[in-house]
């Protein structure tokens, strides 16, 4: 850059006064203290323009211009170390911290430089210069340079080094963070030579798992030392300064980033791409050597540099920075992240963290050995799953503490409070998401098992427990091993369906004999991981089991709050019984389940013999020998089980039945009026009352669920130009159609549909198929009459959902036939009148149903409504809608039913019983699952709201 007006005088300045002519002095103090006011006009001006300067490029020329003069002159001594010269040099470090940092931090530059280094400094003027100064002025630049960086301590971090050694180097800024991956600081010659001699030690530790069959206790050993040799070496490299730890970051980056090189092949003129696997086992090992070394310099920011902005570790800056290289794609990304993100303090320390890490390792190679035919999950999924479970365990503890404090409101507040009701939503998916094993072939080994059940033992690791079923994809079943807690391992059915048979041979409710103790390490993951659950999540499934079992804390939530009792009514009636605000079952077996934790499948880890210890007692990694049954009593438990599940599917198969029959004698009615409805609906509720008043304890879920896939395939679509059936040849059309999503959707809500429905749409499906096939419909239009019946089945289907969640939970008088719209919908979906077991009250029941799960409300427009010679009058708002199923939503529809035929005497009851609270207003939602999602909204806002509405 060529020198600047300023820069130009500068340098004639300073010239002037460096060249003058003057008699020697041996002692430069008698020097300036004879020449005290010599040339004092020139260094005043050449000052003033350091003082002035704010361009951080222009103050680099100038003090280049002034050491460059200073080695021109340095025979002529005097003047080169004239006081006045000193402080000219004092000057230009102190305006170092005043300029811009366009081209990276001036004083951090020039700051290094007069610390200096043994390498390079012979080639240091400005540190040269520096320890020419007057001891004076020496101590007052080092004061100045002490001031500067605690105030950088305010506003810098560890990150800031890098980006300021990258402005030295190459004389401005970075423009990007991402740039200073390729950066060498180049600080050790030899560090990188060291380091690979680290790397190869610990690398082929790591390579010595190839083919081993087992990871035994004395490899674990030997990994943990390896690991920590290489933290020992890396914090021996962090006493050469943090500049050393970063190119130690470099050259480990560079041994597992995802690299691409091009080599053209001599002899021919292709060329071959090499790229790096981030999912290799190279790249597993070298990630965790970074993150070490990560947390090295991580204990530097905190307590060696003492940044105020790493005062609780890595920025977030930082955090993005160091991850980066770490592909987000990798399957155990979330377990480094976590480390990265952690912050230093007396409980998390640096030793804690490389723990943390020899764990990892080791359970890498674990599963790469002993347990190759399962995935251990990662820290993301496993605290997904805790955090569902967790929720559930808060919520169950402090209905717990709030019955038995006789606390009603508080119990009502929690189960109708949004965090309750998530809650409740996840221990209903929890225990609904089930699989049947073993569906055919031996009886012994066919059962139903879901979150919590046991499903054998392994002879190395104890009991296996499932913990988690992934709802949308029953092949993702999260497990626990008893000795591996709280690590979870993912696997497929076909996993579940080989332990659970042998298991069910011997009932084996603990065995531990012959257990392969691998480490202590390996039991002690809490310690290294205080984010997971202490006892593990079987423990944690066991307590809520309890207490959810305990048939004395429902009496007590029904006697202390009907309202919280119907509320955990509505989402467990497949799970547990409510005495006092259900009809009593009579004739079916007593279940087990029912009054406490299942004892023949929860968990072999939660169910111990009398004379075990039990979880909370047991010692890690001790070797337990437990009283097992005999193989005649283990026969007999499970056949008593067997009989007990089967008397369970009768009852299922009863309630559909009691379904279906509903359905079909309100669709063969002719028409559903206000002569003939009552009939038929008091009829339908009788059906139900009698034939399925309660749906049975049963982990397979919800009783609405019936069929498979199987059962739907062979019903079929009634199409007569299927490829099946001696039908004609499928056409084009009619192939597209089917293989659309929402074709495929259609046909698994068939099995959920009562018979008659289920018929009207094969008829319907028939029709389509057959004017595809006489081209007297297009397959646009094919879609669309498909999209619709879809809509239609999701809409029968909540409405079954709906009729099951009413009938299952209060005692139904009459279900109210609503008026309906000239599009034959009806104004409100589900009206019932109920009385109150507890009080004997008359309520109404109004419920707007959803067929998706996931189907928001939705919203109409805002009207106000007058009154005119019992006439509605409705003046549309502008601003402002009405959600769904809300109080002003309501009162639209009851005016609306008062306007229609016959309508006004319904109306008038509705807006009583509103007024004076007797409704429960609820949104049922269901899916092809037919799991019930549900809101309960605040009867007091429904009361206030329409206090002062009323009709003609």
């Not at 001036?106 to 400005?126: A, M, Q």
């Not at 000795?483 to 069910?504: C, D, R, S, W």
């Given at each position: 850059?060529?020198?600047?007006?300023?820069?130009a005088?500068?340098?004639?300045?300073?010239?002037?006064?460096?060249?003058?002519?003057t008699?020697?002095?041996?002692d430069?103090?008698?020097?300036?203290?004879?020449?005290?006011?010599?040339?004092?006009?020139?260094?005043?001006?050449?000052?003033?323009?350091?003082?002035?300067?704010k361009?951080?490029?222009?103050?680099?020329?100038?003090?280049?211009?002034?050491?460059?003069?200073?080695?021109?002159?340095?025979?002529?001594?005097?003047?080169?170390?004239?006081?006045?010269?000193?402080t000219?040099?004092?000057w230009?470090?102190f305006?170092s911290?005043?300029?811009?940092?366009?081209?990276?931090?001036?004083?951090?530059i020039?700051?290094?430089?007069?610390?200096?280094?043994?390498?390079?400094?012979s080639?240091?003027?400005?540190?040269?210069?520096?320890?020419?100064l007057?001891?004076?002025?020496?101590?007052?630049?080092?004061a100045?340079r002490?001031?500067?960086?605690?105030?950088?301590?305010?506003?810098?971090?560890?990150?800031?080094?890098?980006?300021?050694?990258y402005a030295?180097?190459y004389?401005?800024t970075?423009?990007s963070?991402?740039?200073?991956?390729?950066?060498?600081?180049?600080?050790?010659?030899?560090?990188?030579?060291?380091?690979?001699?680290?790397?190869?030690?610990?690398?082929?530790?790591?390579?010595?798992?190839?083919?081993?069959?087992?990871?035994?206790?004395?490899d674990?050993?030997?990994?943990?030392?390896?690991?920590?040799?290489?933290?020992?070496?890396?914090?021996?490299?962090?006493?050469?300064?943090?500049?050393?730890?970063?190119q130690?970051?470099?050259?480990?980056r560079?041994?597992?980033?995802?690299v691409?090189?091009?080599?053209k092949?001599?002899?021919?003129?292709?060329?071959?791409?090499?790229?790096?696997?981030?999912?290799?086992?190279?790249?597993?090992?070298?990630?965790?050597?970074?993150?070490?070394?990560?947390?090295?310099?991580?204990?530097m920011?905190q307590?060696?540099?003492?940044?105020t902005?790493?005062?609780?570790g890595?920025?977030p800056?930082e955090?993005?920075?160091?991850?980066?290289?770490?592909k987000?794609?990798?399957?155990?990304?979330?377990?480094?992240e976590?480390?990265?993100?952690?912050?230093?303090d007396?409980?998390?320390?640096?030793?804690v963290?490389?723990?943390?890490?020899?764990?990892?390792?080791?359970?890498?190679?674990?599963?790469?050995?002993?347990?190759?035919?399962?995935?251990?999950?990662?820290l993301?999924?496993?605290?997904?799953?805790?955090?569902?479970?967790?929720?559930?365990?808060?919520?169950?503890?402090?209905?717990?503490?709030?019955?038995?404090?006789?606390?009603?409101?508080?119990l009502?507040?929690l189960?109708m409070?949004?965090?309750?009701q998530a809650?409740l939503?996840?221990?209903?998916?929890?225990?609904?998401?089930?699989?049947a094993?073993?569906?055919?072939?031996?009886?012994?080994?066919?059962?139903?098992?879901?979150?919590?059940?046991?499903?054998g033992s392994?002879?190395?690791?104890g009991?296996?427990?499932?913990?988690y079923?992934?709802p949308k994809?029953?092949?993702?079943?999260?497990?626990?091993?008893?000795?591996?807690?709280p690590?979870?391992?993912k696997?497929?059915?076909?996993?579940?369906?080989?332990?659970f048979?042998?298991?069910?041979?011997?009932?084996?409710?603990k065995?531990t004999q012959g257990?392969?103790i691998?480490?202590?390490?390996?039991?002690?993951?809490?310690?290294?991981l205080?984010?997971?659950?202490?006892?593990?999540?079987?423990?944690?499934?066991?307590?809520?089991?309890?207490?959810?079992?305990?048939?004395k804390?429902?009496?007590?939530?029904?006697?202390?709050?009907?309202?919280?009792?119907?509320i955990f009514g509505?989402?467990?009636m497949?799970v547990?019984?409510r005495?006092?605000?259900?009809?009593e079952?009579?004739g079916?077996?007593?279940?087990?389940?029912?009054?406490?934790?299942?004892n023949?499948?929860?968990?072999?880890?939660l169910n111990?013999s009398?004379?075990?210890n039990?979880?909370?007692?047991?010692?890690?990694?001790?070797?337990?020998?437990?009283?097992?049954?005999?193989?005649?009593?283990?026969?007999?438990?499970?056949?008593?089980?067997?009989q007990?599940?089967?008397?369970n599917?009768?009852?299922?198969?009863?309630?559909?039945?009691?379904?279906?029959?509903?359905?079909?004698?309100?669709?063969?009615a002719?028409?559903l009026?206000?002569?003939?409805?009552?009939?038929?609906?008091a009829?339908?509720?009788?059906l139900?009352?009698?034939?399925?008043?309660?749906?049975?304890?049963?982990?397979?879920?919800?009783?609405?669920?019936?069929?498979?896939?199987?059962?739907?395939?062979?019903?079929?679509?009634?199409?007569?130009?299927?490829?099946?059936?001696?039908?004609?040849?499928?056409?084009?059309?009619?192939?597209?159609?089917?293989?659309?999503?929402?074709?495929k959707?259609?046909?698994e809500?068939?099995d959920?549909?009562?018979?008659?429905m289920?018929?009207?749409?094969?008829?319907?499906?028939?029709?389509?198929?057959?004017?595809?096939?006489?081209k007297?419909?297009?397959?646009?239009?094919?879609?669309?009459?498909?999209?619709?019946?879809l809509?239609?089945?999701?809409e029968?289907?909540g409405?079954?959902?709906?009729?099951?969640?009413i009938?299952?939970?209060?005692?139904?008088?009459?279900?109210i036939f609503?008026?309906?719209r000239?599009?034959?919908?009806?104004i409100l979906?589900?009206?019932?009148?109920?009385?109150?077991?507890q009080?004997?009250?008359?309520?109404?029941?109004?419920s707007?149903?959803?067929?998706?799960?996931?189907t928001?409300?939705?919203?109409v427009?805002r009207?106000?409504?007058?009154?005119?010679?019992?006439?509605?009058?409705?003046?549309?708002?502008?601003?402002?809608?009405v959600?769904?199923?809300?109080p002003?939503?309501?009162?639209?529809?009851?005016?609306?039913?008062?306007?229609s035929?016959?309508?006004?005497?319904?109306?008038?009851?509705?807006?009583?019983?509103?007024?004076?609270?007797?409704?429960?207003?609820?949104v049922v939602?269901?899916g092809?699952?037919?799991?019930?999602?549900?809101?309960?909204?605040?009867?007091?806002?429904?009361?206030?709201?329409?206090?002062?509405?009323?009709?003609?």
């Amino acid at each position: 850059m060529a020198e600047n007006s300023s820069v130009a005088s500068f340098r004639q300045l300073i010239e002037k006064v460096f060249s003058q002519k003057t008699e020697r002095i041996a002692d430069q103090t008698d020097f300036n203290d004879k020449y005290q006011h010599l040339f004092t006009r020139e260094y005043e001006a050449a000052v003033k323009i350091v003082v002035s300067t704010k361009d951080a490029q222009v103050l680099v020329q100038l003090m280049n211009a002034y050491l460059e003069l200073y080695g021109r002159y340095s025979y002529n001594t005097n003047c080169i170390h004239y006081y006045r010269s000193d402080t000219t040099f004092q000057w230009l470090i102190f305006q170092s911290a005043k300029v811009d940092r366009n081209h990276g931090d001036l004083f951090e530059i020039w700051d290094k430089l007069l610390t200096g280094d043994p390498v390079s400094d012979s080639y240091n003027s400005y540190k040269k210069r520096f320890l020419d100064l007057n001891p004076n002025t020496r101590s007052a630049i080092n004061a100045f340079r002490e001031e500067q960086r605690k105030k950088r301590m305010q506003s810098k971090s560890i990150l800031d080094i890098l980006r300021d050694e990258y402005a030295r180097q190459y004389g401005y800024t970075v423009k990007s963070d991402s740039d200073l991956y390729d950066f060498d600081p180049k600080t050790s010659v030899t560090v990188k030579s060291r380091l690979e001699e680290q790397t190869k030690k610990i690398n082929a530790i790591w390579n010595s798992a190839k083919g081993k069959r087992e990871w035994k206790e004395a490899d674990v050993k030997v990994m943990e030392k390896a690991l920590d040799d290489f933290s020992g070496y890396v914090k021996t490299e962090a006493g050469g300064g943090v500049l050393i730890i970063f190119q130690m970051i470099k050259y480990l980056r560079d041994e597992f980033v995802t690299v691409k090189t091009t080599e053209k092949d001599p002899k021919a003129r292709w060329s071959i791409t090499y790229v790096t696997d981030p999912e290799s086992e190279k790249a597993a090992l070298y990630y965790v050597l970074y993150v070490t070394v990560c947390i090295r310099l991580m204990a530097m920011g905190q307590s060696v540099q003492l940044y105020t902005a790493n005062r609780y570790g890595f920025t977030p800056a930082e955090v993005t920075w160091f991850l980066q290289p770490i592909k987000e794609s990798y399957t155990y990304y979330s377990n480094m992240e976590h480390i990265i993100k952690s912050s230093l303090d007396s409980k998390v320390t640096v030793q804690v963290l490389v723990d943390e890490l020899k764990l990892f390792l080791n359970m890498r190679q674990l599963n790469k050995c002993q347990l190759s035919n399962v995935e251990w999950v990662n820290l993301k999924e496993t605290l997904q799953i805790q955090g569902i479970w967790t929720a559930v365990s808060n919520l169950t503890n402090a209905v717990e503490t709030a019955t038995k404090k006789g606390n009603a409101n508080q119990l009502e507040a929690l189960l109708m409070g949004t965090t309750g009701q998530a809650a409740l939503t996840l221990l209903h998916m929890l225990v609904t998401t089930t699989i049947a094993v073993n569906t055919t072939g031996a009886e012994l080994a066919k059962g139903v098992v879901s979150a919590g059940s046991n499903v054998g033992s392994s002879g190395a690791y104890g009991g296996i427990t499932i913990v988690y079923i992934d709802p949308k994809n029953h092949n993702n079943i999260y497990i626990e091993f008893e000795t591996l807690k709280p690590n979870l391992f993912k696997v497929q059915e076909i996993f579940i369906a080989e332990h659970f048979y042998g298991a069910m041979i011997m009932q084996i409710y603990k065995s531990t004999q012959g257990m392969v103790i691998v480490t202590q390490l390996l039991f002690m993951a809490l310690g290294f991981l205080p984010v997971l659950v202490e006892s593990g999540f079987a423990a944690m499934i066991y307590e809520i089991a309890l207490f959810y079992g305990s048939s004395k804390i429902e009496e007590q939530i029904a006697r202390l709050s009907p309202t919280a009792a119907k509320i955990f009514g509505l989402v467990f009636m497949a799970v547990a019984p409510r005495k006092d605000f259900r009809p009593e079952v009579r004739g079916v077996p007593e279940n087990p389940r029912m009054t406490g934790p299942d004892n023949t499948g929860l968990s072999d880890v939660l169910n111990v013999s009398s004379k075990g210890n039990t979880m909370a007692e047991d010692t890690l990694g001790t070797v337990t020998t437990l009283e097992q049954p005999t193989e005649a009593e283990a026969m007999k438990a499970l056949e008593q089980q067997r009989q007990v599940d089967i008397a369970n599917r009768e009852l299922r198969g009863t309630w559909r039945r009691a379904v279906d029959k509903v359905r079909d004698m309100a669709g063969r009615a002719p028409a559903l009026n206000a002569e003939n409805v009552q009939a038929v609906k008091a009829k339908a509720g009788e059906l139900l009352t009698v034939e399925a008043p309660l749906q049975p304890a049963m982990a397979e879920g919800p009783m609405m669920r019936t069929g498979g896939k199987s059962g739907m395939n062979s019903r079929g679509t009634g199409s007569t130009s299927g490829s099946g059936g001696g039908g004609k040849m499928m056409s084009r059309a009619e192939a597209s159609i089917r293989k659309s999503d929402n074709f495929k959707t259609l046909m698994e809500y068939q099995d959920k549909l009562s018979g008659y429905m289920a018929a009207l749409q094969k008829k319907e499906m028939a029709k389509i198929f057959e004017k595809l096939a006489n081209k007297t419909m297009g397959v646009t239009a094919a879609e669309t009459e498909i999209r619709n019946l879809l809509n239609q089945a999701r809409e029968a289907s909540g409405e079954i959902v709906a009729d099951g969640l009413i009938y299952s939970n209060y005692k139904i008088l009459a279900e109210i036939f609503v008026p309906a719209r000239s599009s034959r919908v009806p104004i409100l979906d589900k009206v019932y009148k109920i009385q109150d077991w507890q009080t004997g009250e008359i309520k109404f029941v109004l419920s707007e149903v959803k067929g998706g799960e996931r189907t928001a409300l939705g919203y109409v427009n805002r009207y106000r409504i007058t009154f005119k010679n019992g006439e509605s009058s409705w003046t549309e708002i502008s601003k402002g809608t009405v959600e769904q199923a809300s109080p002003e939503w309501y009162w639209q529809r009851v005016v609306e039913i008062y306007d229609s035929p016959g309508g006004k005497k319904l109306a008038y009851e509705l807006l009583d019983a509103i007024r004076q609270g007797r409704i429960e207003p609820l949104v049922v939602k269901s899916g092809k699952a037919m799991t019930p999602r549900f809101k309960i909204y605040d009867v007091s806002e429904f009361k206030s709201y329409f206090r002062n509405k009323e009709l003609p």
